[in-house]
């Protein structure tokens, strides 16, 4: 998904915000239902209209690519706040004040005034953020349809992996005895990745890049964190591991074209699935079974 687009709805949101805000402060008794009526139609129309810009973004994504299995866009992850209703109180009526002409003035509490002035604005805050929460795209949703689209088109199954740091070394595992044959272990691709990342660190150095720092991350404290730790694995292992098994290995993903790793190997492929959104703890991996025919 562009990151633009991403940029844009959230700007249109918070516009949108300020403006049913303004509309409300001017309803009166008598047009409040009127500008609640407005004010839930262009709501609607706005979240209609990003979710058919995210889903063409995704086509576009996907057709520019070329590729045989048909891709969606991303939604792509992190998860996301239920939807609120709308503030449909009305406004409250203003009753005009009797002055008795014998009683005395009540001294201001001016200390109680400024944490009532506090504690409107920080209910405003809240109200605004659930607001634009309600109007974000359901990443986590959408990204698990495209996903499932996706696995049609190419003929997949998936098997589900536990999300946790280690899930890519673990849809490995089951892949290399799918496809290879193979028995190995998660501790065991750990550390063939480790190895050859450390015999090989010039192909690796643009992946430690630090954009930040303007630096190169130490690849001996890298390697040692992806031996040792439950570190999360991404390219860098998939990469690594693509050329030990001498095979290519290709991640399907929601939004643009399948990740191919290592595509002159001569052994049969991998096939792995990867989530940016559908699970609480961040990115994941699960593995990818051919359907049977």
Not at 60 to 74: L, Q, Y
Not at 120 to 144: N, V
Not at 199 to 214: G, K, V, Y
Request: glycine share 4%; aromatic share 6%; charged share 35%.
């Amino acid at each position: 998904m562009s990151d633009e687009i991403i940029a844009r709805h959230k700007k249109e949101v918070r516009d949108l915000i300020a403006t049913v805000t303004g509309l409300k402060k001017q309803a009166t008794k008598k047009n409040r239902k009127e500008i609640m009526k407005q004010c839930q139609e262009k709501e609607d129309e706005l979240k209609a209209r990003h979710k058919q810009e995210l889903s063409e973004d995704a086509t576009i994504e996907g057709s520019n690519k070329g590729e045989n299995e048909s891709e969606s866009d991303e939604f792509s992850p992190e998860k996301l706040l239920a939807q609120l209703e709308l503030e449909k109180t009305q406004a409250p009526v203003e009753i005009p004040a009797v002055t008795l002409h014998n009683e005395p003035k009540k001294k201001r509490n001016r200390q109680k005034e400024r944490l009532a002035k506090r504690d409107a604005s920080i209910q405003q805050m809240k109200d605004e953020a659930s607001k634009e929460a309600e109007l974000q795209t359901d990443f986590r949703a959408l990204e698990l349809e495209n996903m499932d689209a996706l696995f049609k088109a190419g003929g997949y199954t998936q098997k589900e992996i536990k999300a946790d740091g280690h899930c890519l070394f673990a849809s490995i595992v089951d892949q290399l005895k799918l496809r290879h044959d193979v028995d190995t272990t998660i501790q065991e691709l750990r550390t063939r990745a480790a190895n050859y990342m450390r015999a090989n660190p010039d192909t690796f150095a643009p992946f430690l890049f630090d954009e930040e720092t303007m630096t190169i991350r130490d690849i001996t404290e890298y390697t040692e964190k992806i031996e040792n730790t439950p570190m999360w694995g991404g390219d860098m292992e998939i990469l690594a591991l693509a050329v030990e098994y001498n095979c290519p290995i290709t991640v399907v993903m929601s939004g643009r074209a399948p990740l191919r790793m290592n595509e002159e190997g001569v052994a049969p492929g991998l096939k792995l699935a990867y989530y940016k959104h559908a699970f609480g703890l961040g990115e994941h991996y699960n593995s990818l079974h051919d359907q049977e025919k």
